[in-house]
């Protein structure tokens, strides 16, 4: 059975570009091999605080990537501006057809992000640990500064 009759019996609206997905997929798929095989074959272990730490950087990257203002034109390509979401974050939605159309729901999701990013994160973990994790620690105190710069802001409005 041919993808495209595949696509068509999966979602008959066609509104899903199944074939921008698998090529996705593929790449993921492609270069996650590619790390694997370029791995040395010692082992790198992860302990609880790598963990919490690598996990907030991921956070902080995927929303960085798939919201924030200053990358827009990183998106644009792909996506089309809905509006501000505050916080200098932006609401976009995915434009076109086909790939364009599945890189642009990509780069509008943190949640799909999340994998492509962690594996990234990953890869520089085994390169490198100590700078991948004195990177992770810069991003991982954005959250907690976003996190102060909310607070601070709800307090303000509470004493209003």
């Known amino acids: 059975m041919l993808l495209t009759e595949i696509a068509r019996r999966y979602e008959p609206e066609g509104e899903l570009p199944l074939a921008g997905y698998a090529t996705l997929l593929g790449i993921f798929a492609t270069a996650m091999s590619a790390a ?60 076109g057809t086909g790939l364009q159309r599945a890189i642009g729901e990509l780069l509008t999701c943190p949640y799909c992000l999340a994998p492509w990013v962690v594996t990234a994160v990953s890869v520089a973990v085994i390169a490198s640990p100590k700078k991948t994790r004195w990177l992770a620690g810069i991003v991982a105190i954005t959250v907690v500064s976003d996190v102060c710069q909310q607070l601070y802001a709800g307090l303000r409005k509470l004493s209003k």
Do not use: H
Not at 46 to 58: E, K, P, Q, Y
């Open 36 to 95: 694997l095989s370029a791995m040395p074959r010692r082992q790198l272990r992860l302990g609880a605080r790598d963990i919490l730490l690598l996990g907030v950087a991921t956070f902080q990257l995927t929303r960085f990537v798939a919201k924030d203002r200053v990358l827009a034109p990183v998106r644009a390509p792909f996506t089309e501006y809905v509006g501000s979401s505050g916080a200098g974050e932006v609401d976009e939605q995915a434009r």
